[in-house]
């Protein structure tokens, strides 16, 4: 019991290191803020807080916030006005150097977002800020969104065929998604799109072959997200998971093996900080939730690219690394993440 009590505990602070690290990236692009904040602040609402008839609803976000760190808490809100405020002592899963950071704000944000939904019936704004007590203490208020509601025309029924629909499986691709959990920004991104793109149009074409009209020829012709999406979608489309986890892993040492020619610095000093220790016993790496996978709609996606990500930093590191636990939003579970390895100690 006492070893599953530290195993939750360790998660959970490595999640807190990974959402704050995250959000830290991204703190001076507004779009992408709402985004994040949208996106946890949805995870905390839906997943994690449930009304129960024996217990009241400060009940349930203390009894939530304590598991997630804090045992000074107080809650103070008025559904009917439509607002409310928190005030958080210490957190004991945040080490000094997030503690005050702005992207630790923003997870507080995002995470107040989904209480505050909680606690009003209705989506809230929230916001975070230092409290004047200690910078390890935080003040959070939350106040109902107001809602504009808009006049639709009725819907008529769609023409577009099927296959036209599910380009938005590859259109929501993008370069800082696939390489952002284990790159910082030192990499452009150009770079290591025109890098992804070679290695992989270079092992369809040489692992298979498409007729005049297939219209992945057209695709290869034309370096664009979207056609590379489309590119993966036709290298694992018919292919069983063992053999998709080979080919991305080859993929990632080779993208290793070409970005190495173009960049004078050792590749390790541009891993994320969380995977720069060759030496580590373990690494985790979290990754937006059901994004690749859109939904169960492109499973082989996910799993091509996180198995990238092993070829990678088997590259990089010049040992192997294996996939110890896979956690699945997809499949019910809290989040989407892994724990690599080194296979000496798997």
């Known amino acids: ?16 290191y990974s959402l704050v690290q995250s959000a830290d990236l991204i703190v001076d692009d507004n779009s992408k803020c709402e985004k994040f904040v949208s996106i946890v602040g949805k995870f905390i609402k839906e997943r994690t807080l449930r009304d129960d008839d024996t217990r009241d609803e400060k009940e349930i976000v203390s009894d939530l916030l304590e598991t997630l760190g804090w045992k ?18 210490q957190n004991r899963f945040f ?8 992207g630790t704000l923003l997870v507080l944000q995002a995470l107040f977002e989904g209480i505050g939904h909680f606690l009003l019936k209705s989506p809230v704004k929230a916001k975070a800020k230092l409290s004047l007590k200690s910078s390890s203490h935080y003040e959070v208020e939350f106040s109902r969104r107001m809602i504009m509601v808009e006049q639709k025309e009725e819907e008529k ?5 099927v296959e036209v629909a ?14 952002n ?14 890098t992804f793109w070679k290695v992989v149009t270079e092992s369809f074409v040489a692992n298979f072959s498409a007729d ?28 069983k998971e063992e053999e998709i986890v080979n080919m991305s892993e080859i993929i990632g040492e080779f993208l290793v093996k070409i970005l190495s020619t173009k960049i004078t610095d050792p590749l390790i000093s541009k891993l994320q900080s969380t995977l720069r220790d060759k030496h580590a016993s373990s690494y985790l790496i979290y990754y937006d939730c059901r994004f690749f996978c859109a939904e169960k709609k492109f499973v082989n996606r996910c799993t091509f690219i996180r198995n990238m990500w092993v070829g990678i930093l088997n590259e990089i590191f010049g040992r192997q690394v294996m996939i110890k636990e896979l956690y699945h939003a997809g499949k019910r579970d809290k989040y989407c993440m892994m724990e690599l390895v080194p296979e000496e100690n798997s």
Do not use: C, W, Y
């Open 166 to 179: 599910d380009k938005s499986i590859h259109v929501s691709l993008t370069i800082d998604k696939i390489f």
């Open 157 to 161: 029924p769609s023409l577009v065929p």
């Open 181 to 194: 959990p284990i790159f910082t920004k030192d990499i452009p991104d150009f770079m290591l799109f025109e």
């Open 1 to 16: 019991m006492a070893l599953d009590i530290i195993k939750e505990q360790r998660m959970i602070r490595s999640l807190f």
């Open 212 to 239: 005049a009209n297939d219209p992945v020829n057209k695709a290869l012709k034309n370096p664009t997200m979207t056609n590379l999406s489309f590119i993966i979608m036709k290298l694992t489309e018919n292919e």
């Open 95 to 102: 080490v000094k150097e997030i503690a005050d950071s702005k």
């Open 72 to 89: 000074s808490t107080v809650i103070n809100f008025n559904e009917d006005e439509g607002h409310g405020k928190t005030t958080l002592g």
